[in-house]
């Protein structure tokens, strides 16, 4: 199982990026993406999540409205496009894969993940 994240990188509060998850070596559509981020000395924060099968969504409360999560089955590839960024959004981001059946029952979980990717960093100029 492999998790690739790509995007992140610097840009000014009000910016957007988008953030790529690649995923291989699992059923794909069997499974919830994640993304979970993490700044220096906070907790881990599970932001938002998809479950293709089902169209199952998840956003936390910090990010609703300004971050959009997708799913392309055909590429096993998860986004996050995540516009009017703040400087609070600055932190690692990572995505994780859980089975959908387990992970829909609390999506911010991140002990429902068994397969992390290595991170991207995102900052955020204020």
């Not at 220096?40 to 293709?52: A, D, F, L, N, Y």
């Not at 516009?83 to 859980?98: F, Q, W």
């Not at 999506?107 to 992390?116: E, K, N, P, R, V």
Request: contains cysteine; negative net charge; glycine residues 12%.
């Amino acid at each position: 199982v492999q998790l690739v994240e790509s995007g992140g990188g610097l840009v000014q509060a009000g910016g957007s990026l988008r953030l790529s998850c690649a995923a291989s070596g699992f059923t794909f559509d069997e499974h919830a993406i994640a993304w979970f981020r993490q700044a220096p000395g906070k907790e881990r924060e599970g932001v938002s999540c998809i479950s293709s099968s089902d169209g199952y969504t998840y956003y936390a409360d910090s990010v609703q409205g300004r971050f959009t999560i997708s799913s392309d089955n055909a590429k096993n590839t998860v986004y996050l496009l995540m516009n009017s960024l703040k400087p609070e959004d600055t932190a690692v981001y990572y995505c994780a894969a859980g089975e959908s059946r387990l992970v829909v029952a609390g999506a911010s979980d991140a002990g429902l993940y068994t397969s992390w990717g290595q991170g991207t960093q995102v900052t955020v100029g204020s």
